[in-house]
């Protein structure tokens, strides 16, 4: 069963296992770092719809289907889907995943969402309500610039401190305890907010959330940072790396070269001009679904902190002058399924 330990974080005794993932991203994912981890990659940013809004709903669906194939499952034998994006109301997801024929729980945790629904899933498995449940999230550049800052035929200025919203999608299938990776603990985060209210600058927003995370997490677990081979967080970018890496320094969990952040893997800042790095749910989920669950699988990385941060804002508080609240939920992603 499930058990607390300490404040914020829940250990699995019996750690469930990813059984299947796949990743999906657009054009200018495909020409980044990462390109070759990635499932699917698309040339046509409508991916074969006509809308942008429709296109990351596709991205949704096939994602999800890949996931499914690589796996050798049907959606039949999926008990329930977690699925969230940064649009209203989460249609990306719903209209996605609509004629699939799985139990939908839609969430909506902004960039935190993939490791939200990791947590959900995994909870679900692991307690026996589920045989096995599906965690999926996405974002796309066109729809996101739309919904949150202005239209693209605006022509708006990006200031260094924005970040590129990806395009692309990451889903994992979990079940009972088989193979490798596994989910072992994961820590729920508590909503940060000091004030930040530049709409460019979210990784600011969201660094005092990573921090008050993962020093929980140390706290609970008695661990520190050397314990892992890689402390990943999602889209903090340029910006919210630096000040995480200042931040846990002070409160004595100094990173060191273990952290790396999604934002900055995905593209190349320089050559890509995509100013503080990337962002958008579908960020740390293409990455983790691509690149670090595959070499957990492998082994080429044995114990990795997953913990994706989000700004809990919309386009309404932004405009009523709200300060952006930040949030991070940190899962513990491992090769062996015996204790650390």
Known sequence: MAKRQGKQTIRLERPVSILSYASTV???????????????????????????????????????????????????????VFAGDLLNQCIGSAYGLREMGIPFAGLYGACST???????????????????????????????????????????????????????????????????????EMAIGLIEDLGVKDMNNMGGAMAPAAVSTLSQFFTDTNTKPDQYDLILTGD?????????????????????????????????????????????????????????LEKLRKGELKEVLFMATGALMSPTSSQQGESIPGIAHLVHLSNSPTAL
């Open 26 to 80: 657009g054009k200018k994912e495909s020409e980044g770092p990462l390109a070759p981890y990635f499932d699917v990659t698309s040339q046509d940013n409508f991916f074969g719809q006509k809308t942008w809004e429709k296109a990351e709903s596709e991205i949704q669906r096939s994602t999800l289907q890949k996931a499914l194939e690589k796996g050798g499952l049907s959606a039949g034998e999926v008990d329930i």
């Open 114 to 184: 993939m490791a939200e629904s990791l947590i959900l899933a995994s909870l679900l498995v692991e307690s026996g309500a589920a045989g096995k449940a599906a965690a999926v999230t996405s974002s796309h550049f066109c729809s996101a610039e739309r919904q949150f800052r202005f239209p693209l035929d605006y022509g708006g200025q990006r200031t260094p401190t924005s970040q590129w919203t990806v395009t692309g999608g990451g889903a994992c299938v979990v079940g009972p305890v088989g193979e490798a990776p596994y989910v072992k």
């Open 236 to 292: 903090l970018g340029l910006v919210g790396s630096e000040l995480l890496k200042q931040l846990m320094e002070r409160e004595g969990h100094p990173l060191g070269s273990r952290h790396a952040d999604c934002g900055l893997l995905i593209f190349d800042r320089e050559q890509q001009q995509v100013d503080a790095g990337a962002s958008g749910c579908g960020c740390s989920a293409s990455v983790l679904c691509g690149y670090v």
